[in-house]
């Protein structure tokens, strides 16, 4: 009788917890509530008219990274039936703080349907769910996420696909990474024995300020040997010494880099990501647009 008694209260927990979080959900992601314009704000309001799942995920971490002197990298076994684009973020419910975070998903949906993981890579930040992942998250603890967004990369097959030329700012590499590894999983790099289904090519060109905050360095200088990927860095503030033996360039990411990543795709039949802060957007989309790629070929999004 007591056991049955427990079994009941566990039950009626659980369907309590879900209900508290779904009744968070609808709090702060109706596009008509009035929000503050503070910081704390700026994943919900700025996302509140984007597509979201409606399923609502536990998570556990299972590894914490310090991938660079600002980021680090949450790996998370994620439970139930969560899946999502690559591409798309994560609303991030976390236990004791009422702030909810956003946070892309670097990693592929491959590694999701084949062993429930997702990588997190979270830059420092004051705003609480950032500082929470740097300065109170361990091994063990569980968090609610649901995945979402408008910008991302699903061809049904590769057959289907164009060819990929990403452009990443900073941390905006996040989703980019999520594609390209996703952009691998479908065109392996072999093509049909017929030769109606060439093997499609990616390009990515990867700007940060500092060598340091180059992230996912080892995974890229891999994937750079593959022969239909072409991968490029970029670093904003570099010294002399700092050149030594890095297979960088010590500049922006200029008009004529993506003419020469465009000759290894066919311009017509690519489609653009862009991602990182706003004014990089801008630059980069002129640049495309200049190029004689069509607007309609350039997918980029603005929430951050």
Same mark, same amino acid.
């Given at each position: 009788?007591?056991?049955?008694?427990?079994?009941?209260?566990?039950?009626?927990?659980?369907?309590?917890?879900?209900?508290?979080?779904?009744?968070?959900l609808k709090r702060f992601t109706n596009p008509c509530r009035k929000m503050s314009v503070g910081r704390e704000s700026?994943?919900?309001?700025?996302?509140?008219?984007?597509?979201?799942?409606?399923?609502?995920?536990?998570?556990?971490?299972?590894?914490?990274?310090?991938?660079?002197?600002?980021?680090?990298?949450?790996?998370?076994?994620?439970?139930?039936s969560f899946t999502f684009k690559a591409g798309q973020w994560v609303d991030m419910f976390i236990p004791g703080i009422s702030v909810i975070g956003g946070f892309s998903i670097?990693?592929?949906?491959? $590694?999701l349907a084949t062993e429930r993981i997702i990588h997190l890579a979270v830059k420092f930040a004051d705003h609480p769910p950032a500082y929470w992942?740097?300065?109170?998250?361990?091994?063990?603890?569980?968090?609610?996420?649901?995945?979402?967004?408008?910008?991302?990369?699903?061809?049904?097959?590769?057959?289907?696909?164009?060819?990929?030329?990403?452009?990443?700012?900073?941390?905006?590499?996040? %989703? $980019?990474?999520?594609?390209?590894?996703?952009?691998?999983?479908?065109? %392996?790099?072999?093509?049909?024995?017929?030769?109606?289904? %060439?093997?499609?090519?990616?390009?990515?060109?990867?700007?940060?300020?500092? %060598?340091?905050? $180059?992230?996912?360095?080892?995974?890229?200088?891999?994937?750079?040997?593959?022969?239909h990927v072409f991968i490029k860095k970029f670093i904003t503030r570099c010294g002399p010494q700092e050149m030594k033996g890095n297979a960088f360039s010590a500049s922006r990411i200029q008009l004529e880099d993506i003419k020469t990543a465009l000759i290894q795709l066919d311009k017509q039949k690519s489609d653009v990501y862009i991602c990182g802060p706003y004014p990089f957007i801008q630059t980069m989309e002129e640049y495309c647009v200049k190029l004689g790629i069509n607007n309609r070929q350039i997918h980029f999004e603005k929430w951050w």
């Open positions: 009788m007591v056991l049955k008694v427990f079994d009941n209260l566990q039950q009626v927990c659980k369907i309590f917890s879900s209900l508290l979080i779904q009744y968070k700026d994943h919900i309001s700025r996302t509140a008219g984007c597509r979201r799942e409606e399923e609502v995920s536990t998570a556990e971490v299972v590894e914490i990274q310090r991938i660079s002197g600002t980021v680090r990298l949450l790996k998370l076994y994620v439970y139930d670097c990693s592929s949906p491959h $590694l992942v740097h300065k109170k998250c361990k091994v063990g603890d569980k968090v609610q996420l649901r995945a979402g967004g408008d910008f991302y990369y699903d061809p049904p097959d590769a057959a289907s696909g164009q060819d990929l030329l990403l452009l990443a700012g900073g941390v905006g590499i996040n %989703p $980019l990474f999520s594609m390209l590894q996703h952009f691998l999983h479908i065109n %392996p790099g072999q093509s049909s024995p017929s030769g109606d289904n %060439p093997s499609r090519k990616a390009a990515l060109l990867y700007s940060a300020q500092t %060598p340091e905050e $180059l992230i996912f360095k080892d995974d890229l200088l891999k994937l750079s040997e593959k022969k």
